[in-house]
């Protein structure tokens, strides 16, 4: 048979090890290209840099104004 625990842990040590387990909220930071709200150490979703640098190119949407009407 497997071993069982001899007593029960009472309610202030399960709120002891429970202490650490919690959430945090995410840290941002301001993008220096566009100003955005971003992740640290992520390229910005919005203009595509990082660090000052362009790392990837972002496509643009087109409206569909303008296809429909050409003038």
């Known amino acids: 048979m ?3 625990p001899k007593r029960r842990h009472s309610k202030g040590r399960k709120g002891k ?3 650490s387990i919690h959430l945090t909220n995410p840290k ?3 993008c220096s290209n566009c100003k955005q709200v971003t992740l640290p150490h992520m390229v910005c979703k919005k203009c595509g840099y990082y660090e000052g640098k362009r790392v990837i190119a972002i ?3 087109k409206d ?4 429909q009407n050409p003038a």
């Open 17 to 19: 090890r429970r202490a």
């Open 28 to 30: 941002f930071m301001v």
């Open 2 to 4: 497997p071993q069982e």
């Open 59 to 61: 496509k643009t949407k």
């Open 64 to 67: 569909k104004t303008d296809k």
